[in-house]
Nanobody, 121 residues
Framework: QVQLVESGGGLVQPGGSLRLSCAAA????????MSWYRQAPGKQRELVAS???????NYAESVKGRFIISRDNAKKTVYLQMDSLKPEDTAVYYC???????????????WGQGTQVTVSS
């Protein structure tokens, strides 16, 4: 069984920083793309940033220049460094990953449980 466990959320003032982590645990052969999504109250879940196995990154326009996604393949962990946070960044942030559990099988998509990020003075 594969699990994604997020940490690092919390309350921060506008202009502040937070670093989210998401560690994959369980039977894992390989992890392909890893991503962060967020969902604010009353809004649809949206992609914030993604990173491929090779390190290619992609960002939502609203976070470009402020957020950085990175990964440590040895630790099976993806990070989201969030700087210059704004009140509109307030949301539950979810980790997502495409994971091959057993060699020679297809990948499956997994979600973390979510971590709350609140940006407020």
């Amino acid at each position: 069984q594969v699990q994604l466990v997020e940490s690092g959320g919390g309350l921060v003032q506008p202009g502040g920083s937070l670093r989210l982590s998401c560690a994959a645990a369980g039977t894992i052969f390989s992890i392909f793309a890893m991503s962060w999504y967020r969902q604010a109250p009353g809004k649809q879940r949206e992609l914030v940033a993604s990173i491929t196995l090779g390190g290619t990154t992609n960002y939502a326009e609203s976070v470009k220049g402020r957020f950085i996604i990175s990964r440590d393949n040895a630790k099976k962990t993806v990070y989201l460094q969030m700087d210059s946070l704004k009140p509109e960044d307030t949301a539950v942030y979810y980790c997502n990953a495409d994971i091959v559990a057993v060699r020679f099988t297809i990948s499956s998509n997994y979600w973390g449980q979510g971590t709350q990020v609140t940006v407020s003075s």
